[in-house]
């Protein structure tokens, strides 16, 4: 019996674990394809924007060279938030070292939120879907030995058959699983990389502004 066989002959609950393993499945699926497109533009432009960055005459130069690269907006951010704070507000406060640390960190931060959106899902779908599997697997077993027990007689050749069938539904929450837990593993170690990548490009930036008295960039929308 295939799956959508056993949907469609399968009671509520049954229907139910399909359904969801199905959009589980789409979910993960989205988030794989939209992550791999991502994570495979960010790990380039990262590095060629910051290496357009210095070596540019001015921060100014800088941040249009950097920006021309930067196709998902990862590294311009950074740049922008170099601007001075608003006057008379809390962020104004201290000297100039910890005004651009505090603006950098936010960035840092919205930066990297971006690249981190998805790990969840992809987490949640790894470690659940295997559990959801099982759960239509024990409730078809149960109805199957239920409907055997009470035809009279039983005999292997009548087990083997439901069983196997309620069996696909642990299958399909393997199938489910095992790409989700993938892409989280991989795009883990590439966000990893990039992160240290755009933290080190911030350490710079700060300690240009701070050491030299560089002037900041208009910040531009």
Request: charged content about 15%.
């Amino acid at each position: 019996m295939s799956l959508p066989e056993l949907f469609t002959q399968g009671d509520a609950v049954t229907k139910f674990v399909a359904v969801l393993l199905l959009l589980m499945s789409v979910a993960s699926w989205v988030i794989i394809l939209w992550k791999l497109r991502l994570l495979a533009r960010a790990g380039r432009d990262v590095a060629r924007s910051t290496a357009a960055f210095w070596q540019a005459p001015s921060l100014a130069e800088g941040r249009e060279r950097a920006a021309a690269l930067d196709r998902e907006a990862l590294v311009a951010p950074l740049i922008d938030a170099t601007g001075n704070p608003a006057a008379g507000s809390l962020a104004a406060t201290g000297d100039r070292s910890q005004q651009l640390t505090r603006l950098l960190r936010d960035a840092l931060h919205r930066v990297l939120n971006r690249l981190q959106f998805g790990q969840v899902l992809l987490a949640t779908v790894g470690s659940t879907a295997p559990f959801v599997g099982l759960l239509g697997t024990v409730w078809g077993i149960y109805h199957a030995l239920t409907s055997i027990t009470g035809g009279g007689q039983v005999g292997i050749d009548k087990v083997a058959g439901p069983v196997g069938e309620a069996l696909i539904m642990t299958a399909a929450g393997l199938a489910v699983a095992i790409p989700a837990v993938l892409g989280y593993n991989i795009f883990g170690r590439l966000i990893g990389r990039i992160e240290a990548d755009l933290e080190g490009f911030a350490r710079d930036l700060r300690e240009l502004l701070v050491g030299h008295g560089v002037a900041s960039p208009e910040a531009r929308p």
